[in-house]
């Protein structure tokens, strides 16, 4: 079959399913999604919009099911842990 032609049948073809989560595992999901972010330079706005935006389906969902005072303490929360970290540090040098 060309590329370009769609196959219902195709065992390649990629398939996203729901997973319940317990609210531990939503948490360190959610400050994983953050750190990681935060990590690559994103500033707090921006990684706020990833858990705004409706196309990021499973950050999207931790928005919705928890509210977005959640979202910004958890990102208040593990920027000040990092930066708290990063102090830690250069004082220790």
């Known amino acids: 079959m060309p590329k370009d032609e769609f196959d219902h049948d195709d065992p ?3 398939v996203g399913v729901e997973i319940p989560a317990s ?15 935060a990590l690559l330079g994103y500033r707090r706005e921006m990684i706020l919009q990833l858990f705004r935006a409706p ?13 977005e005072a959640y979202v910004e303490a ?9 930066q708290a970290g ?3 540090a250069a004082q220790r040098e």
């Open 12 to 14: 390649m073809a990629l």
């Open 23 to 37: 609210n531990a595992e939503v948490e360190a999901f959610t400050r994983a999604v953050i750190e990681e972010y």
């Open 55 to 67: 196309q990021f389906r499973a950050t999207h969902d931790v928005y919705r099911a928890r509210g």
């Open 74 to 82: 958890t990102i208040d929360r593990v920027i000040a842990d990092w």
């Open 86 to 88: 990063c102090v830690e």
